[in-house]
């Protein structure tokens, strides 16, 4: 799966974010190895990696030395810097969220197993897969998405892969996914597309 860098950098900041206001401990430093449980595994280590460098490089995130749990020792950790937790919140807002609606925690922030829920984690996979593929392959879509198609098109494919995982976090796939589905049932109002799109927003939101 092709994911523009950019957009890479962008998600990582929002992982990162994520785990920072998850923690339920003082530290706010994960590996390669944690972030990257929050993509899909058609996006490569390599790719990651790079993308992470970036980042450092521009001072959105630092890298230090740590031991995670389950880990090799000395392991290269990353968080947040201030300027960091700005551009990520930014990003959000761009995505359409309101910052004060936006308080992802432990106790809601729900992992969907293949193998513990099946039917569920089916049931959101199918869907978003379904939905990937009706827009993609939409004679409409071009007319109604305009400029936006390719980024609605590539973020719904993205969020195909997450839900095919064995596991993913409901909470970081809604935050990454909400407003691309909301875009979409506005724009395709009327269509079994935007009636998709509006019942797994439902679904979502019953879940987190």
């Not at 990257?36 to 390599?46: E, K, T, W």
């Amino acid at each position: 799966m092709a994911i523009r860098f950019d957009d890479l950098k962008s998600q990582i900041l929002i992982v990162l974010y994520d785990y920072m206001l998850t923690s339920d401990a003082e530290a706010f430093w994960y590996s390669i190895q944690d972030i990257r449980d929050a993509f899909s595994a058609d996006v490569s280590g390599a790719f990651v990696k790079r993308a992470i460098d970036a980042l450092v490089e521009d001072e959105s995130i630092e890298e230090g030395v740590g031991d995670p749990e389950g880990q090799p020792k000395d392991t290269p950790i990353f968080a947040l810097t201030q300027f960091g937790i700005g551009e990520a919140e930014s990003v959000l807002i761009k995505k359409g969220w309101d910052l004060a609606d936006y308080h992802p925690a432990p106790s809601v922030d729900r992992i969907v197993s293949r193998s513990d829920d099946p039917i569920l984690h089916a049931r959101i996979h199918d869907t978003i897969r379904d939905l990937a593929k009706d827009v993609r392959e939409s004679n409409e879509a071009g007319e109604l998405l305009g400029e936006a198609k390719d980024m609605v098109t590539d973020e719904l494919v993205a969020a195909e892969g997450i839900s095919g995982k064995e596991r993913f976090r409901v909470q970081r796939l809604a935050a990454f996914l909400l407003p691309t589905l909301r875009f979409v049932a506005e724009k395709f109002v009327g269509t079994s597309i935007s009636e998709a799109a509006k019942r797994l927003i439902e679904l979502f939101v019953k879940l987190i």
